[in-house]
């Protein structure tokens, strides 16, 4: 099992930024997948970003390119999504994600709200 705990979210005005962090623990051997997924009101969930773990290759969604960046800590379990030039449609519940080829284990999520 996996356990992912995710920090950083709150209310920032646009044009801010702002850092997710998402630590892992439990049998963190078993992951080489990470990401973030986001939820806003009355949307499906979206993935936004991803990195893996054996390469560090990342996949970015179209509405974040350019403007958001996920980076990994091995040492720290740890990954993080730098979001800059926010906008009030990037206000959302932010997930994080974590499996060997899937997305097998969820973070609770962290509030993210841009005011315009």
């Known amino acids: 099992q996996v356990q992912l705990v995710e920090s950083g979210g709150g209310l920032v005005q646009a044009g801010g930024s702002l850092r997710l962090s998402c630590v892992a623990s439990?049998?963190?051997?078993?992951?080489?997948?990470m990401g973030w997924f986001r939820q806003a009101p009355g949307k499906e969930r979206e993935a936004e970003a991803s990195?893996?773990?054996?390469?560090?290759?990342?996949y970015y969604g179209d509405s974040v390119k350019g403007r958001f960046t996920i980076s990994r800590d091995n040492a720290k379990n740890t990954v993080y999504l730098q979001m800059n030039s926010l906008k009030s449609e990037d206000t959302a519940v932010y997930y994080c994600?974590?499996?060997?080829?899937?997305?097998?284990?969820w973070g609770q999520g962290t509030q993210v709200t841009v005011s315009s």
């Open positions: 439990g049998s963190t051997s078993s992951i080489n997948l």
């Open positions: 990195i893996r773990w054996s390469d560090g290759s990342t």
């Open positions: 994600a974590a499996g060997k080829s899937q997305y097998d284990y």
